[in-house]
């Protein structure tokens, strides 16, 4: 696989891809697919406390032939879990699902928007308070965000400590989230893509099919390669082996500019509707 890694702002370095567990539920299918998924070549496993399957993550990890200190692992803090003792809390609590030692990554999964901004951009920062004390003790290598935007972003960077290395956001050919996505790279902050494929609304897509059938590609090959491109990295979902495998294929291969900027004028299609400022969480 031509598959590469990604150097953070903090030159630590983090697979291309990765694979995901949103809506997977515990259990020996999701531990078998996992364990598959790393013997394919994946190093990335992304989880959250959330999805409720961090046990069954955890003893993926411990079955794998494969040593602790070549995964990258991360997981994420829920939006009940705000202040400092509760974050802490809440990151213990999932070391010992995980049954690990330390996360490479640990994100905000949410930001907080309630309020005025003076109100919820305080809570932010208060939050991340502890993520720095976690990344300080070295509990956690790399800390970040998820699904925050620029006006989450300016004031957040203006009080932090330490930088967030990541920001995890919706992403895919028809929500590119364009702003978001030069503003954290211009920061040296890495975009990492949920829901790639557009929750599967993509692949059926003629531009998308057009191009699939182009480069003797499927069309998800055709999207995270496009995704690749942007230096962005992707977090697939499959409990499938073959598809697992053909998500990892999709390194193989170049798209020609022409096709890029094409994908780059899709119009909006594939959104969640899950907009920071309107969730219910």
Sequence with gaps: MNMTSYKLSNNESIPSIGIGTWQIPE??????????????????????????????????????????????????????????DSVMRAFDATLKRLQVDYLDAYLIHWPFTKGDPLAWQSVNVGTWRAFERLHESGLVKNIGVSNFQIHHLVSFLARANIAPVINQIEYHPGYMQKATVQFCQRSDIQIQAWSPLGHGELLHKEEIETLATKYGKSPSQVILRWIAHHNIIPITKSMNPEHQKENLESFNFDLAQEDIDLLDKLPMM?????????VSF
């Design 27 to 84: 259990g020996e299918n999701l531990i078998e697919s996992l364990v598959n998924a790393i013997d394919l070549g994946y190093r990335y496993i992304d989880t959250a406390a959330i999805y409720e399957n961090e046990a069954s993550v955890g003893e993926a990890i411990k079955r794998t032939s494969v040593n602790r200190k070549d995964l990258f692992i991360l997981s994420k803090c829920w939006t009940s879990n705000r202040t400092y």
């Design 270 to 278: 594939g959104f969640s509707g899950l907009e920071p400022d309107h």
